[in-house]
């Protein structure tokens, strides 16, 4: 009996000896681990379990190919476990096709017999078996990869991204700060402007941005008067290209909207009584409620003839005046140029061709300001309220036409408050001094396309869209 054993420990130390030597001749890793004392085959299964990797055992690139699998070979009835684990370094030129033969030669000196042959492909039965190189290489294209997309992430965080129409478009108050229209009349707009081409005035066009996106900064312009330089800021391009898109869109504007639905195209008197508020029960026949309205502007140069002409003695300082218009269900029908702030109301009706849109019947009403009754064509009537002249006071029926009076002029009023809530008009820039006209219209006419202000068309303007 200790003869069998002493030849089963002389064979398994051969057996260490020959696969040590296997293992430098083929350059593999230089540690072997090799466990003898094994139990017997009937009880490997229960034991094999229990036993615990080193923790020196890792899975990394080349040990993929060689290790993290157990051989078992039969040595006079007994089983050698043979574990490979990875030292510190292993040689990268490390051959594949050398290593399976010494995996070969190994199971050859450790059986007894013959040994079919076993690829070191088919000894690992890994699927996913690649090589070294390309590990690494796959390694170093991500890690590139990986840098590229955080330098791409850091510039996306610096970079500023242009204001658009897209993030206020839904929000109701932020459409009305910046432009004062809905997203729906913006649309109108935006969708009648888009069937004509634009004629840029610098001669160019500034593709990077969209005609939505130009249209909003147009209004912006209008609305807020906000710097050339803050509107380049915020929509991220130059200030010419600004002041090419604002100047053209003013001039589009004024061309679709003012000369194409409200120049020359005063309602008639049957259009406005079917939409005539119950504060003209008086006055059936009103056509029109006009009024002069002023907006300041910067000193005109040096010119004291200029200076003395648009110097208003109302207003105390520069002005330019324009008489506007609204029809009694308070939408704006009319209005005229801008004249110098000197110019008195009744000069600017009788330059303007105001008078010559009226027919026979018709009744104008108007404040102290308008005695225009030597100009009025045949037919026409003029309701302004009476003169106090010499008299003390007024008689009850004077008072009471007062009221009457200014209770249906108030809606000129509020339509000339709401053009003035464009900001530009505040004081009219001096690189938009030349198309001051064409924007004061402008801007009465995107008056239009916001809420009315009597309650009572609003209403019937609900009631209509249900």
């Known amino acids: 009996m200790n003869r069998q054993s002493n030849e089963l420990e002389h064979s398994t130390e051969s057996f260490f000896t020959k696969v040590r030597d296997l293992l430098e001749r083929y350059n593999l890793p230089d540690i072997l681990s090799l466990q003898t004392n094994l139990p017997t085959k009937n009880r490997w299964k229960n034991t094999r379990e229990k036993i615990q990797r080193p923790e020196t055992y890792r899975v990394e690139s080349i040990t993929r190919k060689l290790c993290h699998k157990l051989h078992l070979h039969r040595t006079n009835k007994r089983w050698v476990l043979i574990m490979i684990r990875k030292t510190k370094q292993l040689d990268n030129s490390y051959d594949v096709q050398e290593s399976e033969e ?32 390309s590990l690494v290489q796959e390694i170093m294209k991500l890690e590139q990869h990986i840098k590229s997309l955080e330098q791409e992430i850091e510039e996306l965080k610096t970079k500023k991204h242009p204001f658009t129409i897209d993030q206020i478009i839904d929000c109701e108050k932020k459409m009305l700060m910046y432009t004062t229209l809905k997203a729906d009349m913006f649309n109108i707009i935006d969708a009648t402007l888009q069937r004509f081409p634009l004629n840029y005035v610098d001669g160019w066009t500034p593709g990077a941005i969209s005609r939505r996106d130009q ?7 209008l609305k807020l008067n906000s710097p050339i330089l803050d509107l380049a800021e915020r929509f991220c391009t ?22 194409g639905m409200i120049d020359n195209k005063m309602p008639s008197l049957l259009k406005c009584k079917s939409s005539m508020p119950a504060s003209f029960g008086d006055f059936s026949c009103c056509r029109l409620v006009i009024d002069a309205t002023e ?11 200029a200076q003395s002409h648009t110097y208003s003695s109302y207003k105390n300082r520069h002005t330019v005046k324009s008489v506007t218009g609204v029809a009694p269900n308070g939408a704006v029908v009319y209005v005229s140029k801008l004249y110098p702030g000197s110019t008195s109301d009744v000069a600017i009706v009788d330059h303007s061709n ?28 003029l309701n302004i309220p009476p003169f106090l002249k010499d008299k003390g006071q007024y008689t009850p029926a004077e008072v009471q036409m007062c009221r009457k009076i200014a209770r249906s002029r108030i809606h000129i009023e509020r339509v000339n408050e709401r053009i003035k809530n464009f900001e530009i008009l505040s004081h009219i820039p001096q690189q938009f001094r030349h198309i001051s006209t064409k924007i004061f219209q402008v801007c009465s006419m995107l008056v239009n396309f916001q809420d009315p202000m009597i309650t009572e068309i609003a209403e019937n303007f609900a009631q209509n869209q249900q």
């Open 215 to 221: 249209l909003l900064m147009t209004l912006m312009k």
């Open 295 to 305: 907006v300041t502007q910067d000193v005109p140069g040096q010119d004291m003839n």
């Open 102 to 133: 010494a995996v070969r030669e190994t199971e050859v000196a450790a059986g007894d017999g013959p040994v079919p042959a076993v690829t070191m492909t088919e000894a690992l039965d890994h699927s996913y078996y690649r090589s070294c190189e």
């Open 238 to 259: 130059s200030k010419a290209t600004i002041h090419n898109i604002v100047t053209t869109h003013i001039f589009a504007l004024h061309e679709v909207f003012f000369e």
């Open 354 to 381: 105001m008078l010559a849109q009226l027919s026979p019947g018709d009744m104008i009403l108007a404040d102290k300001g308008f005695t225009i009754h030597s100009l009025l064509p045949s037919g026409v009537h």
